[in-house]
């Protein structure tokens, strides 16, 4: 009954964890015109009794079996820190066939989990929705959260192509691009553009701590550490499933960072100069080009 | 004459270079009351033109004969690269007892020129208003960009009581809070709150244009490499007159990160964690006191 499942023909489609991006996943898809039921499973009463309230789902539960025990379609949308008990959760309770797909900013570990614990008549695919936001809770939830921003794919070894245009079709629909990538081209790509720059705009603040710097500071500095103030909990579990990703990223800066303080030492203008040119330019055309792809500030 | 001389008695103010920063001083200065008359020396006709249509001063001129001949108080707000030349000028036509303060971004080679250039009978107080925008121009000057800002002030060997307090009383007359700082304290300083940040923002976009994860970039690495887009001039020029303060601020942050990454690569949870929540408590704390203080975004 799966084999030729679209996103049209979504009978269930369950959401675990109903929090920011799972309420708006249940947003945007009614949005888009969706009309698969929409049922949300968490962890406590009030924020499933929530999420109906705005509207983000149309029922909820606190029970796997009730939740996903018909589900065609799964998004996991928990923190990264709950994805392996969610798993066994859904293990027990999935029919076979279901697909699974998740929002979590890292896949290499995600995909391990799901390999070893989704028994192997559920297609798993993996999935990053490149949206969010430094608040949390379904009351920030919007249906336009996911507008014209991007979402890597990562198939699973037991996703056939009707489950990666399933996941890719109900990306798609919320509004996004798609990439697919392997595991390790996905945590390789977020490390440089995301965990690196985290963890640098925390150890900025932290050298401004020390060196009691922080009360003169101005604009540029909140710009450039304005992602450090993100949840550190959510953050810990983010570096700590892409470790390998984050040290060769760390790597890589730590390299330029001593080019740059030789070419300081040695008064040499040009390359630095060079350096910033590079720089600029690049950052100017980057931000040309996604100024036309999606409505972001200069 | 120039003894007890106050903001509110000054006939003739002189600022040298009418961009964003010169512009906006003599607009701030009349907005704030001032009556002395602004006269405004530049190395182009069309610039200084443009800075008496939009009211920036009052007069213009290419002469320094004709601009700083009978200032009670002069504003150096040229490119960093052009102080040598300007104060070379300065030297001779200034009146005696004249107090000269500068907006440059480093102080330690500003105060070296200073006191190598000009004449023992000028005043000189190096000043950093903490203001500014990635625009440039007189087009762009406003009023308030001093507006509830901090600047730094660095009174030089030849700055008696009375200069300090004038300049200090200037800058605050135009809105800002006032810093008394020696050169290095300045130069220490703003290296790890603007000048670290810049190098910073650039090899983080270095990093993703060499690894090609540009292309999935979104909003948070937009803000991190914010200030990457400013002049690559101007910042090379900012970087190689505060060589060691960026040398010794780059050093401290390498040491970071290179923690950091031996804590992923022993999977220490714990000291991630607690890293992630000293910089956020810092950062959520920082933005708290400065959103009092002023209006910024969070």
Known sequence: MHNDLKTQNLESLSIVGVGLLGGSVGLAFRAAGGTAERVGVGRRRSSITRAVEVGAIDRGTLSYRSGVGRAD???VATPLGHFKTVFRQLADHLPDGAVVTDVGSTKASVMEWAAELLPPTVRFVGSHPMAGSETAGVDFARADLFHRAQCFIVPSDRADEDAVALVEGFWRKLGM???????DQH???VAQIS??????ASALMEVAVVGESLDSAATGFADTTRVASGSPGMWADILMTNRRGVCDA?????????SIRKWLDAADTDQI?????RSQKARDAWVQRRYAEREIEP
């Open 273 to 277: 100069l060079q350096f910033l040119e």
């Open 250 to 258: 760390v790597d890589e800066l730590v390299e330029r960072l001593l």
């Open 177 to 183: 691009r798609t990439r697919q990538v392997t595991p």
């Open 195 to 200: 965990h690196l720059p985290h963890v640098v």
């Open 73 to 75: 379609l799964v998004i």
């Open 187 to 189: 945590d390789r790509i």
